[in-house]
Nanobody, 125 residues
Framework: EVQLQASGGGLVQAGGSLRLSCAAS????????IGWFRQAPGKEREGVSC????????YYADSVKGRFTISGDNAKNTVYLQMNGLKFEDTAVYYC??????????????????WGQGTQVTVSS
């Protein structure tokens, strides 16, 4: 069974940090791109970051560039999103997803085949 499990969310003050994890199983992890998306109340789901597990190529949305870092541990079939300098506007449910396409500079939702349950990130101001 294909599974993606997002975890690591919580409540943090503005300026703080969190590390999200995405644990994958049921498919060949190295053949996929893993993306992080988020959805805030009243807003559409948006792409945050992605990583191609074949060569570790990465992409970041402008809103998080310089603050978030995506990384992968292929041996553990896990991708991480280190979030530093968190802002109130980062508050959202964060989802991880898997795509057969290369992480090529944007995150279209239609390219992502598998989705995990979200993890809530709340940043207080």
């Amino acid at each position: 069974e294909v599974q993606l499990q997002a975890s690591g969310g919580g409540l943090v003050q503005a300026g703080g940090s969190l590390r999200l994890s995405c644990a994958a199983s049921g498919f060949t992890f190295d053949d996929y791109t893993i993306g992080w998306f988020r959805q805030a109340p009243g807003k559409e789901r948006e792409g945050v970051s992605c990583i191609s597990n074949s060569d570790n190529s990465t992409y970041y949305a402008d809103s998080v560039k310089g603050r978030f870092t995506i990384s992968g541990d292929n041996a553990k079939n896990t991708v991480y999103l280190q979030m530093n300098g968190l802002k109130f506007e980062d508050t959202a449910v964060y989802y991880c997803a898997a795509s057969r396409y290369y992480c090529s500079g944007y995150l279209p939702r239609y390219e992502y085949t598998y989705w995990g349950q979200g993890t809530q990130v709340t940043v207080s101001s």
